[in-house]
């Protein structure tokens, strides 16, 4: 699969990381990589190193993916972004919903 | 053996050559005198003379010291005949050349004794100097070799300047070669990359992977694969080329056209160093991998570490060198020797690290190749050579029918045949957002005629693109055309997309807020593009972008 999950701080914190491309060939791959979540977490990151294009139905799969989990308060966070892909982040000002890095 | 009698009396000669002959020496040949002697010595290159001191014209002492200086390298055994029974002439003849002395009348069979041993040592004398020979002609061939080798080196491992100005180094070898690597190579994504590697060991052995190595880095580099995928493939190239004991520890760094963003993955290069612009340590990279050329492909992991550094942090790497140098009560400097250095002051440098390592070593000379590579956090927007960007306009234009706009990957030839024109590379990813984001909105609104406010819920958002996925199977007909026009001079890419659909009313884009799951799409473009505007009643949109 070309998105990968990881379950880190002692099962507190999910890392969804995805590959060089993030668009929206990835719909269902992404949204498959936040369900069936354990109790125990409270954190999604979503890790954009090795992503180097973004179109806008990723920003879409973003604020989709906090408008599923509504119910559980989660933190948020997308790391590790490229200069350009930080870029689009910042235009659709999604600073406002996600800490990002 | 071929003897050399050189006597004036014949009969002594005679006897001498009789003598000879019943010990079976029969490659005899007489001289009468010091001058014929010479001559005939010249002519045969004797392996054993027998002498005469007392003769008309030249002497027989001085006659040794010019057979002697004849006969070169090799030991030519001259025994002196002499009737002369004094201490003094006795140890001249030794004095002047002689090997040995037999008196008149000699002893046949002490004679005949010191023949063979004087043979025996010409015997060997010769061949140790047929060895040194052989040796020598060795020599001057493997230096021959070294000095072809040296130049493909010097030619083929090197950097480009420009690049490599970013950095302060020091690279010293142990021996004329080097088994250590450090290369640099600007990205066609803007930005640059470095490795810093050591080979197994040292000398020309350990350099000679150093070729490939280079080649491989620079090629992928232009490419501008990622540090990931450089991994992988240096990893490959070595597992096949190097014997088992053999392997190459590396670090491999891409740096961000900022000039401040690291991508690196070090296989068993000691920890890589960061240290603030006010000389206090930010970070150390240490070693997640196993040096490359180790394992198989599918054992191989690639994962990198990325770090945002601020401006004027310096970030060093440094081969195992330095690390292992010992001073004199036999202490290994180590790893938290070389970071206490490195820390000691804000502007230490390569060059001041090495010396600190010499003194160190008190005169004793580096066991290892040594390494130091420092690159202080800047811009790297210089190295974007403005007069690399294509000067060859173009347009591409091309008419999608379903069968393709079906397939996910449709735009990405496009998309690679532009990347591949210098300088349309550094806007690749803006390129990739603007061409997806004009396409999409061709597919979902233009053609399949989604609506985008089934976006606003969730179950919506996975709805609208199902639609999307059984809209484009289902479509027999409608074709969409991307055309994309290049102006060097204006440095400015023209791209328009049409589709055969019905239009839209593009006054009425909704406001750009966050919380509306659509119309982000083009406010991407406003932002990205120079110019966006629609024409053909909303069938086509056309933005400008410059470089």
Redesign the interface.
């Known amino acids: 699969m070309s998105i990968g999950t990881k379950v880190t701080d002692e099962g507190k914190r999910l890392i969804i990381k995805l590959d060089?491309?993030f668009?929206?060939?990835k719909?269902?791959d992404f949204?498959l990589a936040y369900l069936d979540l354990s109790e125990d977490i409270n954190h999604i990151e979503v890790d954009l190193?090795?992503t180097?294009?973004?179109?806008?139905?990723a920003?879409?799969?973003l604020?989709?993916m906090q408008?599923?989990l509504n119910e559980r308060q989660f933190s948020y966070s997308i790391t590790?972004c490229?200069?350009?892909?930080a870029r689009?982040l910042k235009?659709?000002?999604?600073d406002?919903?996600f800490e990002i890095? | 053996m071929r003897i050399l009698i050189v006597d004036d009396e014949p009969l002594n000669r005679f006897m001498l050559k009789h003598m000879l002959e019943q010990q079976g020496y029969t490659d005899c040949y007489e001289a009468e005198n010091g001058e014929q002697a010479l001559d005939i010595a010249r002519e045969i290159d004797p392996d054993l003379v027998l002498l005469d001191v007392m003769m008309p014209g030249l002497s027989g002492y001085e006659v040794a010291p010019r057979l002697k200086e004849m006969a070169g390298e090799a030991y030519l055994p001259i025994i002196f005949i002499t009737s002369l029974e004094d201490q003094e002439s006795l140890v001249r003849c030794l004095e002047v050349g002689g090997d040995d002395f037999a008196s008149k009348p000699f002893d046949k069979v002490i004679l005949a004794a010191k023949i063979r041993a004087h043979g025996r040592i010409r015997t060997l004398s010769k061949h140790v100097e047929q060895q040194n020979q052989e040796l020598r002609f060795h020599q001057a061939n493997v230096e021959h070799q070294h000095d072809i080798v040296e130049h493909i080196f010097s030619n083929a491992v090197v950097n480009r300047k420009d690049v490599e100005q970013y950095f302060d180094f020091k690279v010293s070898p142990a021996e004329d070669f080097n088994g250590d690597v450090f290369l640099c190579e600007s990205s066609p994504k803007g930005g640059m990359y470095f490795l810093v590697g050591d080979f197994t060991g040292h000398g020309l052995a350990s350099a000679i992977g150093a070729l490939p190595v280079t080649r491989a880095f620079q090629a992928m580099a232009r490419k501008g694969l990622s540090v990931a995928e450089m991994a992988i493939t240096l990893n490959n190239a070595l597992l096949n080329l190097l014997p088992t004991d053999m392997f190459f520890a590396a670090a491999i760094v891409e740096v961000s056209t900022e000039g401040n963003r690291f991508t690196i993955w070090n296989g068993g290069l000691p920890p890589m160093l960061l240290k603030s612009a006010d000389g206090r340590l930010v970070r150390r990279f240490a070693p997640r991998h196993m040096a490359l050329g180790i394992l198989e492909e599918n054992e191989f992991e690639s994962h990198c570490d990325i770090y945002e550094a601020a401006e004027g942090e310096q970030l060093m790497a440094y081969s195992d060198g330095i690390m292992e140098i010992t001073d004199s009560q036999g202490r290994m400097l180590d790893e938290e020797g070389v970071t206490e250095w490195f820390l000691a002051a804000k502007d230490v440098t390569a060059a001041s690290l090495y010396d600190r390592a010499l003194q160190y070593l008190k005169g004793e000379k580096p066991a290892d190749d040594i390494t130091v590579v420092i690159f202080t956090c800047q811009s790297l927007l210089s190295l974007r050579d403005e007069s690399l960007i294509s000067q060859f306009p173009f347009t591409v234009t091309s008419t999608l029918q379903p069968h393709a706009l079906r397939q996910e990957t449709v735009l990405e030839p496009l998309l690679e045949m532009l990347n591949s024109q210098s300088g349309l590379g550094w806007i690749r990813s803006d390129l990739f957002t603007v061409l997806t984001e004009l396409m999409n909105n061709a597919i979902e609104h233009g053609l399949l005629k989604i609506d985008s406010s089934l976006k606003s819920s969730p179950e919506g958002f996975v709805e609208y693109y199902m639609k999307r996925e059984s809209g484009l199977a289902e479509l027999e007909t409608g074709h969409i055309t991307v055309s994309v026009e290049y102006k060097p001079h204006q440095r400015e890419l023209y791209v328009s997309v049409e589709d055969s659909g019905d239009g839209f009313e593009y006054e009425n884009i909704p406001d750009d807020d966050i919380n509306n799951a659509f119309g982000r799409g083009i406010m991407l473009l406003r932002e990205l593009c120079q110019t966006v505007w629609h024409e053909n009643g909303g069938r086509k949109t056309c933005v400008t972008m410059t470089l």
């Open positions: 060089e491309k668009d929206f060939g719909v269902q949204r190193s090795d180097e294009y973004m179109d806008s139905s920003l879409g799969m604020l989709n408008k599923s590790h490229r200069p350009q892909v689009i235009i659709s000002r999604f406002k919903k890095s």
